[in-house]
């Protein structure tokens, strides 16, 4: 309530309001979103959108409903900004590629940043968010091509090795993927991700000290960080260790309630341990947590015909 | 002095023990063997629909009761294809010397469709082999007349549903002395009704229109039968297994509680696999999908695979057996460990078998003892579902190399040169045999619209094995799901007798066990499925026919 209101008060405030004058416009949208309200920039930009309905215009309100997690629409502004724009532009691109994404349109994202990378080849950002993309439609080579570029084309960036791991991990490559990841944490030590991938890729190479060293650096930078705690209860696990990894389980569950493989491992160390009902309690809500996830798919006929050699 | 003495030796032991393995090594063989058979499986570079994807499977079973084993190939057709231009399954004769002659027609076995796997059975325990051949379309049973000739009686007997079956299993789940069977299918599919490539966000793949499916379509329900002593066989509802929808591809039995009856395992593409643990007594048939509670129906991740084919073996010699379930590429064939009390843990990663498995997309596989170390090997045949990737797209292209892994005897895995079979192919089923007697396990292969291939095992080694042919009495005549444990040495292994498994194929049922370099006689006890305990004494170098003593077990 406070904040919506000091939101109103900063708009009327802010200079132009009420009026057309679009760089008042612009400016007060860029304010409200270095200010993180993103909905109130999207406000901003949508009467800049009217009153100047050019690329720049819907760029930046493409950008606020980004940043406002309204993807679909974001894409849209920004595919209307692409339309508009006379020369290909490195930021909107990546803007685009990024909403496009987020909306589970791999495919046309991938397209928008291949085009993005073609213009721009050093643009290390927008590397990386195509080798992401490859990634999430588990094109691990093409993921691993583009994120070795953007490592080469940017060194000191530690998305560029976090991702590689990712890209190397996805492909069975864990010797990379470790290395990658040990390069992300080296490049930003804060980066508690990578740090949960690296213990999780170590502890696959059956490399369990280094791997609980890693889970627990990330758990210094994230106290609570479930990812963590699942990896080193499994470490507890597989070492014959069902209690404490029980706790470790249990912990992360403290902090996220429907963690799947927190619920699932959880269930499986309670087994181990004779707790049958407590394990089948936890499953219980495994069931509940995978069932909410899982999808068959849409019925179609069962009826059936042409196929069948006749 | 004399214990680093004692250290030193006991190295340089392990070091020359390490270096006397011999090189698991395999030679192609299948034509040569006058294996002339071609395979027709949908589209050759590109699918429109999943049902062109599955493939087709294959048995090795002794039809004329000569004691060697003939392979049964199984084929399938091509969209819009009918029997005029569509190829038959076919059956070949085990001539001896490692050489096969078709006999399809004398035998009465051609038959033309979508055919998907082969099991065998003697349903009527009258040391006939029968044959069922699961198929997208009415599934089909050939009663085996006893004079070398087959006759179709899926009507007759109970097992023509015109579901898309693929795995199945014969084996006495209510142990009476009759085989049961399981069934699983697939996808409840209709080209009519199936969206083609690309239509659907679930009809591309990396961009590429790709045939839709499973996720999309509608999972089918799999299927328990139980045998009638008069040769039928009845539909049993109202169970676990078939309660619920899974992408059903593969299925296995084994005593995996280790309480004398046999449970049933279930891959599962891109849902849960199943474990019913069969608790079946005086009352019927009972089974519960515990699955999830033994930790066998996810990954460590609590993530749904896309499982293919499985196996069952006790890999890690601790009496228990495990699981090997193979998934999709750019995910990892997954280990389950059994730990005691029913309880499995995935432990694909530190068994080594997880990361050399990202690259392919597997289906069969089988535990085996490939150098008669006493430890069972693992293989897994590989090949991708999308015609259309080839070219790079991928990591690995649509015909795919197989994988050999050598147990370490540690608990883990090496993946060792597999010789033959690094030839891509885009392989499917995977029967294992001793199919020229000669005291090693053979892998035949099947492929996707080509010549199946037949790996002839050349392993160079004097590590000593036997082998068991069972023939129960009150058991199921066949022997399948006796156990049997090799005692004394110091290895114990326990094995047990199974046909069907892989991928949508039947393997050598004889029991076989390799000896390393134990010699002279051994015990072997051997729990048949009656409950009765037989021990015997036997010799290497040969295999032995163990009968199932008769009043033994039961009441």
């Given at each position: 309530m406070i904040r919506s209101l000091t939101a109103a008060l900063l708009l009327l405030a802010a200079p132009g309001f009420g009026a057309q004058d679009p760089e008042a416009l612009l400016h007060s949208g860029q304010r409200w979103l270095d200010a993180g309200n993103a909905r109130a920039a999207v406000q901003s930009f949508r009467r800049l959108v009217d009153a100047?309905?050019?690329?720049?215009?819907?760029?930046?309100?493409?950008?606020?409903?980004?940043?406002?997690?309204?993807?679909?629409?974001?894409?849209?502004?920004?595919?209307?900004a692409e339309a508009l724009a006379e020369a290909p532009n490195p930021a909107l691109a990546l803007s685009l590629g990024t909403a496009l994404l987020r909306s589970g349109e791999a495919e046309a994202a991938v397209r928008v940043l291949e085009a993005g990378a073609k213009h721009f080849p050093r643009a290390a950002p927008i590397l990386i968010q195509l080798g992401y993309a490859h990634y999430t439609r588990l094109d691990g080579i093409s993921a691993r091509a583009v994120l070795r570029r953007a490592r080469e084309v940017a060194p000191n960036n530690a998305q560029a090795p976090f991702y590689l791991g990712l890209a190397e991990a996805a492909l069975g490559a864990l010797e990379p993927a470790s290395e990658a990841f040990g390069k992300a944490v080296i490049l930003d030590p804060r980066n508690f991700e990578a740090q949960v991938a690296l213990g999780r890729t170590l502890s696959q190479l059956g490399r369990p000290e280094e791997a609980r060293e890693a889970y627990r650096a990330a758990l210094a930078e994230a106290p609570g960080l479930p990812a963590a705690l699942v990896g080193l209860g499994r470490l507890e696990l597989e070492e014959g260790r069902p209690e404490a990894a029980v706790a470790s389980f249990e912990a992360a569950l403290a902090a996220d309630p429907g963690h799947r493989q927190a619920l699932y491992n959880l269930a499986a160390a309670l087994s181990l341990l004779g707790r049958t009902e407590e394990a089948a309690a936890v499953r219980r809500r495994f069931a509940e947590a995978a069932a909410a996830g899982d999808d068959p798919g849409r019925s179609l006929s069962r009826t059936r015909s042409k196929a069948r050699p006749r | 002095m004399k214990a680093v003495s004692a250290m030193a030796g006991a190295l340089l032991a392990l070091a020359a023990a390490a270096s006397a393995q011999p090189e698991i090594r395999f030679t192609e063989v299948a034509e040569a063997s006058g294996l002339r058979f071609i395979n027709m499986y949908g589209g050759v570079r590109s699918k429109d629909f999943i049902l062109e994807t599955t493939g087709s499977g294959a048995a090795f079973f002794d039809y004329d009761g000569d004691a060697d084993l003939d392979l049964f190939l199984v084929n399938g057709s091509r969209l819009g294809y009918d029997a005029s231009r569509s190829l038959s399954n076919a059956l070949f004769r085990n001539e001896g010397g490692g050489r096969f002659r078709e006999v399809t027609g004398p035998a009465g076995l051609?038959?033309?469709?979508?055919?998907?796997?082969?099991?065998?059975?003697?349903?009527?325990?009258?040391?006939?082999?029968?044959?069922?051949?699961?198929?997208?379309?009415?599934?089909?049973?050939?009663?085996n007349r006893g004079d070398g000739t087959f006759e179709e009686a899926g009507a007759a007997v109970g097992l023509d549903d015109p579901q898309w079956g693929t795995g199945a299993a014969f084996g006495d789940l209510d142990r009476d002395g009759v085989s049961d069977l399981v069934v699983v299918n697939y996808v409840d599919f209709e080209v009519d009704e199936t969206p083609r490539p690309?239509?659907?966000?679930?009809?591309?793949?990396?961009?590429?229109?790709?045939?839709?499916?499973?996720?999309?379509?509608?999972?089918?329900?799999?299927?328990?039968?139980?045998?009638?002593?008069?040769?039928?066989?009845?539909?049993?509802e109202g169970q676990a297994i078939g309660a619920e929808r899974y992408f059903g591809l593969g299925v296995v039995l084994g005593d995996l509680d280790d309480d004398g009856d046999l449970d049933v395992y279930v891959a599962n593409d891109q849902t849960p696999n199943n474990l019913y643990r069969n608790d079946t007594g005086a009352r019927g048939f009972d089974f519960t999908d515990v699955g999830l509670s033994a930790g066998v129906a996810y990954n460590e991740d609590g993530r749904a695979q896309a499982g293919m084919g499985v196996d069952l073996g006790d890999y890690d010699n601790d009496g228990l057996l495990d699981i090997v379930v193979t998934n999709f590429s750019q995910d990892y064939n997954t280990i389950y460990r059994a730990v005691g009390g029913g309880w499995f843990l995935d432990e694909s990663f530190a068994a080594g078998v997880a990361e050399p498995s990202y690259p392919y997309l597997g289906w069969g596989t089988g535990f085996r003892d490939l150098d008669r170390d006493g430890w069972l090997d693992l293989v897994v045949l590989n090949g991708h579902v999308y015609p259309e990737v080839e070219g790079g797209i991928t990591e690995s292209d649509y015909a795919q190399r197989g994988l050999v892994f050598r147990n370490r005897t540690d608990g883990a895995f090496d993946e060792v040169p597999p010789t033959a079979l690094e030839v891509p192919r885009v392989y499917r089923g995977a029967a294992f045999a001793d199919y020229d007697d000669d005291g090693d396990t053979d892998l035949l292969a099947t492929v996707m619209n080509g010549p199946p291939a037949l790996f002839r095992n050349d392993t160079d080694t004097t590590a000593a094995w036997a082998g068991f042919r069972l023939v129960g009495r009150r058991s199921p005549r066949d022997g399948v799901g006796a156990r049997l444990e090799l005692t004394g040495g110091a290895l114990t292994q326990v094995r047990e007798a199974r046909a069907a498994g892989s991928y949508l194929a039947s393997s050598d049922p004889r029991v076989f066990f390799g000896l390393g370099d134990r010699d002279g006689p051994f015990g072997v006890r051997v729990r048949w499925l009656s409950g009765c305990e037989q021990e015997i004494e036997a010799a290497p170098g040969r295999y032995l026919l163990v009968v199932e003593p008769p009043g033994c077990g039961g009441s």
């Open positions: 100047v309905p050019d690329s720049r215009s819907h760029y930046y309100l493409g950008v606020a409903l980004l940043q406002d997690d309204r993807p679909e629409e974001a894409a849209a502004s920004l595919r209307r | 051609e038959s033309y469709g979508w055919g998907q796997g082969a099991f065998v059975v003697d349903h009527e325990n009258d040391g006939d082999l029968d044959l069922l051949v699961t198929r997208y379309g009415k599934n089909l049973f050939y009663r690309g239509e659907e966000p679930y009809c591309l793949f990396r961009g590429l229109p790709v045939m839709c499916g499973p996720n999309g379509l509608t999972p089918a329900p799999a299927l328990l039968y139980r045998g009638l002593s008069d040769g039928r066989f009845a539909r049993v």
